[in-house]
């Protein structure tokens, strides 16, 4: 079994991060073999700043490995660093119907949030299915808003193996459904773009005005109140130990609960819950030698591995004579 799944390097990263792709696929690593990767070209479609992109770039990975993805245990590493998967995105380009691509929301979305529409940036799933079929990945662990670009990495396979003879593994979407989106401080999805984030890695300063600004409405304290429509509660369930997490229930529902209160728990709990991460990640920070150096030797492994598979493309398609 092969788990795949890669991140841009795009911003902080913040708790949807964490528990909406990161932490399933840190969870997949005794199960067979795991590939995880920082998606640089991806980022691309909307970052055009080359210092903030090499800093953001090193800052992923910095931050992957402090939130325990062991590179000893994976092969981890930089998607531009393989050079195969542009050769690839532009085999499977050269199949991939315009209407597939055209009916991506994201895109549509991402235009609508004012990134420049770019050729990039329309065929960016084309990138990403690359990504996925180089390795022949049988699980990709995503948050929701990825499905439909794990439909199309699918489509885009099965047209190839229909084309040009059985070549790729169909990848699966791994969407965890308890968890497949973390609520903002707004209540929309949690999204750097909506700027509604709780970050991971913030200083205690800026993680206390972070879940400070979480929303919540106007009911006073001793009426009761529908726990899973409030938007901290939400957020307080995904870190409360289950004991402390039945009890605040309680008050929700039978009055008593107050905002104020909880927020200050949810701090206190969300400095807990990432204090052995924190430390690592000072350490790691420290050594960016070492951090390329852990980069450099999973780019080898990987374009092992990717050749194997652009080798039969090739041969596939007719590139060989
Ligand atoms: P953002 O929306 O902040 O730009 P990305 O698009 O870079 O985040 O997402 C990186 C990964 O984290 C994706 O797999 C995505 O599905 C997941 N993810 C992002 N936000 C959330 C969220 N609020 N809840 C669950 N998963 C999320
Ligand atoms: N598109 C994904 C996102 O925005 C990132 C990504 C690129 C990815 N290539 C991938 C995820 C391959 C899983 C597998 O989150």
Same mark, same amino acid.
């Given at each position: 079994?092969?788990?795949?799944?890669?991140? =841009?390097?795009?911003?902080?990263? &913040?708790?949807?991060?964490?528990?909406?792709?990161? #932490? %399933?696929?840190?969870?997949?690593?005794?199960?067979?073999?795991?590939?995880? /990767?920082?998606?640089?070209?991806?980022?691309?479609?909307?970052? &055009?700043? %080359?210092?903030?992109?090499?800093? !953001?770039?090193?800052?992923?990975?910095?931050? /992957?490995?402090?939130?325990?993805?062991?590179?000893?245990?994976?092969?981890?590493?930089?998607?531009?660093?393989?050079?195969?998967?542009?050769?690839?995105?532009?085999?499977?380009?050269?199949?991939?119907?315009?209407?597939? $691509?055209?009916?991506? &929301?994201?895109?549509?979305? @991402?235009?609508?949030?004012?990134?420049?529409?770019? &050729?990039?940036?329309?065929?960016?799933?084309?990138?990403?299915?690359?990504?996925?079929?180089?390795?022949?990945?049988?699980?990709?662990?995503?948050? @929701?808003?990825?499905?439909?670009? $794990?439909?199309?990495?699918?489509?885009?396979?099965?047209?190839?193996?229909?084309?040009?003879?059985?070549?790729?593994?169909?990848?699966?979407? *791994?969407?965890?459904?308890?968890?497949?989106?973390?609520?903002?401080? !707004?209540?929309?999805?949690?999204?750097?773009?909506?700027?509604?984030?709780?970050?991971?890695?913030?200083?205690?300063?800026? $993680?206390?005005?972070?879940?400070?600004?979480? =929303?919540?409405?106007?009911?006073?304290?001793?009426?009761?109140?529908?726990?899973?429509?409030?938007? +901290?509660?939400?957020?307080?369930?995904?870190?409360?130990?289950?004991?402390?997490?039945?009890? *605040?229930?309680?008050?929700? #529902?039978?009055?008593?609960?107050?905002?104020?209160?909880?927020?200050?728990? +949810?701090?206190? +709990?969300?400095?807990?819950?990432?204090?052995?991460?924190?430390?690592?990640?000072?350490?790691?920070?420290?050594?960016?030698? =070492?951090?390329?150096?852990?980069?450099?030797?999973?780019?080898?492994?990987?374009?092992?591995?990717?050749?194997?598979? $652009?080798?039969?493309?090739?041969?596939?398609?007719?590139?060989?004579?």
């Amino acid at each position: 079994m092969k788990t795949l799944s890669g991140i =841009q390097p795009s911003g902080q990263l &913040h708790i949807g991060n964490y528990f909406g792709m990161m #932490l %399933p696929m840190i969870k997949t690593i005794d199960q067979g073999e795991l590939y995880a /990767f920082i998606v640089n070209l991806h980022a691309m479609t909307s970052v &055009h700043n %080359p210092k903030r992109l090499a800093q !953001d770039t090193m800052n992923a990975a910095i931050d /992957f490995m402090a939130l325990g993805l062991d590179p000893e245990r994976c092969i981890f590493w930089v998607q531009s660093d393989v050079p195969e998967v542009t050769e690839l995105t532009w085999l499977l380009s050269t199949l991939t119907p315009m209407g597939l $691509l055209e009916r991506c &929301h994201s895109f549509k979305d @991402k235009v609508a949030k004012g990134i420049a529409s770019s &050729h990039g940036l329309f065929s960016y799933p084309v990138l990403m299915a690359a990504d996925i079929l180089l390795y022949q990945a049988d699980r990709v662990p995503v948050g @929701k808003d990825q499905k439909q670009h $794990l439909e199309v990495a699918r489509d885009i396979a099965i047209k190839f193996n229909n084309t040009f003879g059985d070549t790729f593994v169909l990848p699966e979407p *791994v969407i965890d459904t308890n968890m497949a989106t973390v609520p903002g401080l !707004d209540g929309q999805k949690m999204s750097k773009s909506y700027g509604n984030t709780i970050n991971i890695f913030q200083s205690a300063k800026e $993680l206390k005005k972070s879940v400070m600004a979480i =929303q919540t409405d106007c009911t006073p304290v001793e009426e009761p109140k529908d726990p899973e429509k409030c938007n +901290l509660f939400n957020i307080f369930k995904l870190f409360a130990p289950t004991e402390r997490l039945a009890e *605040v229930q309680n008050l929700y #529902l039978n009055g008593g609960a107050a905002y104020g209160h909880i927020k200050m728990e +949810l701090v206190d +709990l969300l400095w807990e819950f990432f204090r052995e991460a924190r430390e690592r990640r000072e350490l790691l920070a420290k050594d960016p030698g =070492q951090v390329k150096t852990i980069l450099a030797q999973g780019a080898t492994k990987a374009r092992a591995k990717a050749s194997i598979t $652009l080798d039969l493309v090739r041969e596939r398609v007719g590139l060989k004579y």
